[in-house]
């Protein structure tokens, strides 16, 4: 262990050099920052940030001090933007000036999420790593994925109808297993399951780890040289998360890739750009490795969310539910499944799936972008280097964007009254950081939803209320319980015989 002496000096040199750095962040420039909520000398709103469901604070203040916000996290400024003006003006149209990621101390170089897509500077690399993704992912390139979406879907039901009261964990299964194989081109069995679940627990690590102010060495890089023997150092606190990071980064790709090289891979994203000339060098100037996880990571655990919630709501809404059987019944009848050919004829299920995003939004905050430049926004001053927050969850609920925000009504996509129709897909992101997977997620739902109106009566063995699920920094259903059944002896005929068909 190091002598006394050194942490006494250690300590000492840390705070001759806090004061002066907090001093200077603190500097103010002529125009005026955002309103916001007072804070305290130095420490500004540090401790005033939530750590459990951030979104409904952030909202409370924007009642008070208006759609755009300023905090300051220890010399750290961080702007929410609680309305959907300030949002699109900001981030979609000064999109170029809002393009970057914060850096995260502990998030990204403790932990070691620091080149994930999602966290990176919007540089070359990064713009390559997109234009890959789009090249397999994009609206009018996944279709050679739709018979596998279904084909899984199919067995999805079935799996339900066995075994309707292990519900949520069935449907986190079935989305870890469909995303392993599209991106990885692995089979989720024995062999490979376990990497769904360090998915699902790296995408919960993830947000928590990059929720402003949670920790203070994002605020006060330098705490990064504390060693890890010391007590309540960053080091110390990471060594789990790091862990897990490592392996998920790391395993499903190598496993998958070897599987490629020797031509056993069934076709995938990656089995696509490993068959991309100059492949060697892209490897490693892209990190197709942490490029192949951050897809996982993204989609694994939001995508899983949101179907959770759609059946809850088909639970809670059974005049819904019916309303979607009818339409279903109606376009295609009772002796096929649903595909996703149908949705444009579907309108009714498609506005069904935008009010569960709406509602029920499983990433309620967008990640956060970073000013590359001075911007002043309706007179007020946004420095560089701010951390920029879209409120998204209020958003959605704001009474200017949609009549009864509260109220789950698929109608309102339908005969397009509200205002705020076209802000659901706020959920995937902002401007040029905007999802490039979110058309696979988009997808999933879709036929997931269709196929349960197709084949089943759903309802719910206990009531459930909205309060029995709690609120993190993702807004995630608890364990439910439902009564999934088959809606004639035919629907089960068709869904056991089409799983025949797809077993291949």
Same mark, same amino acid.
């Given at each position: 262990?190091?002598p006394?002496w050194?942490?006494?000096?250690?300590?000492?040199?840390?705070?001759?050099?806090? *004061?002066?750095?907090?001093?200077?962040?603190?500097?103010? &420039?002529?125009?005026?920052?955002?309103?916001? &909520?007072?804070?305290?000398?130095?420490?500004?709103?540090?401790?005033d940030?939530?750590?459990?469901a951030?979104?409904?604070?952030?909202?409370?203040?924007?009642?008070?001090?208006?759609?755009?916000?300023?905090?300051?996290?220890?010399g750290r400024?961080?702007?929410?933007?609680?309305?959907?003006?300030?949002?699109?003006?900001?981030?979609?149209?000064?999109?170029?000036?809002?393009?970057?990621?914060?850096?995260?101390?502990?998030?990204?170089?403790?932990?070691?999420?620091?080149?994930?897509? *999602?966290?990176?500077?919007?540089?070359?690399?990064?713009?390559?790593?997109?234009?890959?993704?789009s090249?397999?992912?994009g609206?009018?390139?996944?279709?050679?994925?739709?018979?596998?979406?279904?084909?899984?879907?199919?067995?999805?039901?079935?799996?339900?109808?066995?075994?309707?009261?292990?519900?949520?964990?069935?449907?986190?299964?079935?989305t870890?297993?469909?995303?392993?194989k599209?991106?990885?081109?692995?089979?989720?069995?024995?062999?490979?399951?376990?990497?769904?679940t360090?998915?699902?627990?790296?995408?919960?690590d993830?947000?928590?780890?990059?929720?402003?102010g949670?920790?203070?060495?994002?605020?006060? &890089?330098?705490?990064?040289?504390?060693?890890?023997?010391?007590?309540?150092?960053?080091?110390?606190?990471?060594?789990e998360?790091?862990?897990?990071?490592?392996?998920?980064?790391?395993?499903?790709?190598?496993?998958?890739?070897?599987?490629?090289?020797?031509?056993?891979a069934?076709?995938?994203?990656?089995s696509?750009?490993?068959?991309?000339?100059?492949?060697?060098?892209?490897?490693?100037?892209?990190?197709?490795?942490?490029?192949?996880s951050?897809?996982?990571?993204?989609?694994?655990?939001?995508?899983?969310?949101? *179907?959770?919630?759609?059946?809850?709501?088909?639970?809670?809404?059974?005049?819904?539910?019916?309303?979607?059987?009818?339409e279903?019944?109606?376009?295609?009848?009772?002796?096929?499944?649903?595909?996703?050919?149908?949705?444009?004829?579907?309108?009714?299920?498609?506005?069904?799936?935008k009010?569960?995003?709406?509602l029920?939004?499983?990433?309620?905050?967008?990640?956060?972008?970073?000013?590359?430049?001075?911007?002043?926004?309706?007179?007020?001053? *946004?420095?560089?280097?701010?951390?920029?927050?879209?409120?998204?969850?209020?958003?959605?609920?704001d009474p200017?964007?949609?009549?009864?925000?509260?109220?789950?009504?698929?109608?309102?996509?339908?005969?397009?009254?509200?205002?705020?129709?076209?802000?659901?897909?706020?959920?995937?992101?902002?401007?040029?950081?905007?999802?490039?997977?979110?058309?696979?997620?988009?997808?999933?739902?879709?036929?997931?939803?269709?196929?349960?109106?197709?084949?089943?009566?759903?309802?719910?063995?206990?009531?459930?209320?909205?309060s029995n699920?709690?609120s993190?920094?993702?807004?995630?259903?608890?364990?439910?319980?439902?009564?999934m059944?088959?809606?004639?002896?035919?629907?089960?005929?068709?869904?056991?015989?089409?799983?025949?068909?797809?077993?291949?």
């Amino acid at each position: 262990m190091d002598p006394p002496w050194l942490l006494h000096y250690f300590l000492l040199s840390s705070l001759t050099t806090i *004061i002066p750095i907090l001093l200077w962040r603190l500097r103010r &420039p002529a125009e005026a920052y955002p309103p916001g &909520p007072p804070g305290l000398p130095i420490l500004g709103n540090f401790f005033d940030m939530p750590t459990t469901a951030p979104w409904i604070q952030f909202a409370e203040w924007g009642k008070k001090y208006g759609p755009v916000i300023y905090l300051n996290l220890l010399g750290r400024p961080l702007v929410v933007l609680n309305s959907a003006k300030a949002t699109v003006d900001l981030l979609e149209r000064r999109g170029g000036k809002y393009a970057d990621r914060p850096s995260f101390v502990m998030a990204g170089e403790i932990v070691g999420y620091k080149d994930m897509m *999602i966290m990176s500077p919007h540089n070359r690399v990064y713009r390559e790593q997109r234009k890959l993704i789009s090249g397999t992912f994009g609206k009018d390139k996944i279709g050679h994925f739709h018979e596998y979406l279904e084909a899984q879907t199919t067995k999805l039901a079935l799996s339900l109808l066995d075994d309707p009261k292990n519900a949520a964990e069935i449907v986190k299964q079935h989305t870890g297993t469909v995303l392993l194989k599209i991106i990885y081109g692995l089979d989720a069995g024995e062999e490979h399951a376990h990497h769904i679940t360090t998915a699902s627990q790296c995408a919960i690590d993830f947000l928590n780890l990059t929720l402003p102010g949670k920790f203070l060495v994002d605020s006060l &890089p330098f705490l990064r040289h504390v060693p890890s023997w010391v007590p309540f150092s960053p080091k110390r606190q990471a060594i789990e998360w790091c862990k897990t990071a490592s392996k998920f980064r790391t395993l499903p790709y190598y496993e998958a890739k070897q599987r490629v090289l020797e031509a056993k891979a069934s076709e995938s994203f990656l089995s696509r750009i490993l068959a991309r000339r100059g492949t060697s060098k892209l490897e490693k100037e892209l990190d197709f490795p942490t490029m192949t996880s951050n897809l996982l990571l993204a989609g694994t655990d939001t995508t899983c969310i949101a *179907i959770q919630y759609a059946i809850i709501a088909l639970i809670n809404h059974q005049d819904i539910q019916r309303q979607g059987q009818a339409e279903i019944d109606k376009v295609i009848g009772s002796g096929s499944l649903p595909t996703l050919k149908d949705r444009e004829n579907l309108p009714y299920v498609t506005a069904f799936c935008k009010e569960v995003l709406r509602l029920n939004i499983p990433a309620p905050l967008g990640f956060i972008h970073v000013a590359s430049s001075d911007d002043v926004y309706e007179g007020q001053h *946004i420095p560089a280097g701010t951390m920029v927050m879209s409120n998204t969850w209020e958003i959605l609920r704001d009474p200017q964007n949609f009549q009864d925000p509260w109220e789950f009504n698929p109608d309102r996509f339908i005969a397009k009254t509200d205002t705020g129709t076209d802000l659901v897909e706020l959920g995937f992101g902002s401007g040029r950081r905007h999802c490039p997977g979110k058309h696979i997620a988009l997808d999933l739902l879709f036929i997931t939803v269709a196929t349960f109106l197709a084949v089943f009566d759903i309802c719910p063995s206990q009531p459930l209320e909205p309060s029995n699920f709690p609120s993190g920094f993702v807004i995630r259903p608890e364990t439910f319980n439902c009564i999934m059944t088959p809606r004639s002896p035919d629907a089960a005929t068709l869904l056991k015989s089409a799983k025949g068909l797809t077993s291949a």
